[in-house]
Structures are given as structure tokens and as C-alpha cells.
Nanobody, 126 residues
Framework: QGQLVESGGGLVQPGDALRLSCAASGLTLSRQTTAWFRQAPGKGREFVAAMRHSATNKYYADSVKGRFSISRDNAKNTVSLEMTNLQPEDTAVYYC???????????????????WGRGTQVTVSS
């Protein structure tokens, strides 16, 4: 069935950087489409970034493009989200999610993903 565990969240100041990690067990991330979503207080879950089996194809929400970067370490079976120039509006619980295959047109839809982690809190505040 598999399990995903996120880590790396914390409290940072505006302009700081943070690196989140999603560790998988019971499945191989290089055979999955893996995405990061986030949910801010009082809001719905929104797409952040995703990558498919090929690490060369990466997709980002407009709100994070140029600031966030998704990557995968096949040896460690982890997917990371490097976040730079963090702003208060980036405050949210960040989740990773996977599915064996997600069509490109739906890669930003949370209902397409089968397996979810429990999330890690990121708070950006001065």
C-alpha cells in the first residue's frame, strides 16, 4: 500500500528558505507521479508542484514558480520541495501525494492522487 512521511517544516521569517522532504516506504517514487499540495488555515488544499516519472518534467503553480523547486532522490526514495523567498502567504500545511500515473491535464487536481502523507507545517512570520 505504501506510506509517505513529510518533514522539514518549521517557523521562518519572510525571505527565508526551507527544504521539505517526502520519504516513501512500500513504493518507488521514480515510478510515480508525485506532487506537493498545501492547505492554508481556512482554505482548501491547493496544488504547489509535481513531477512525473521523468525527473525532467516538473510543474508548478503560478504562485510559486521561480521560488520553489521540486526534485527527487531515487537512491533515498524521497521527493523534496526547495522553497526560497518565503512569504507569509506561503504559510500552510504542506502535503505530498502520489499516484502511479496522473494525466498531464489533471496533474494539479488533488482528487487524482491515491496516497497522501500527513503533512508538515510551514509558518512564515516576522
Amino acid at each position: 500500500q505504501g506510506q509517505l512521511v513529510e518533514s522539514g517544516g518549521g517557523l521562518v521569517q519572510p525571505g527565508d528558505a526551507l527544504r521539505l522532504s517526502c520519504a516513501a516506504s512500500g513504493l518507488t517514487l521514480s515510478r510515480q507521479t508525485t506532487a506537493w499540495f498545501r492547505q492554508a488555515p481556512g482554505k482548501g488544499r491547493e496544488f504547489v508542484a509535481a513531477m512525473r516519472h521523468s525527473a525532467t518534467n516538473k510543474y508548478y503553480a503560478d504562485s510559486v514558480k521561480g521560488r520553489f523547486s521540486i526534485s527527487r532522490d531515487n537512491a533515498k526514495n524521497t521527493v523534496s520541495l526547495e522553497m526560497t523567498n518565503l512569504q507569509p502567504e506561503d504559510t500552510a500545511v504542506y502535503y505530498c501525494a502520489t499516484k502511479e500515473w496522473v494525466i498531464l491535464s489533471a496533474i494539479d487536481r488533488e482528487d487524482q492522487y491515491r496516497l497522501w502523507g500527513r503533512g508538515t507545517q510551514v509558518t512564515v512570520s516576522s
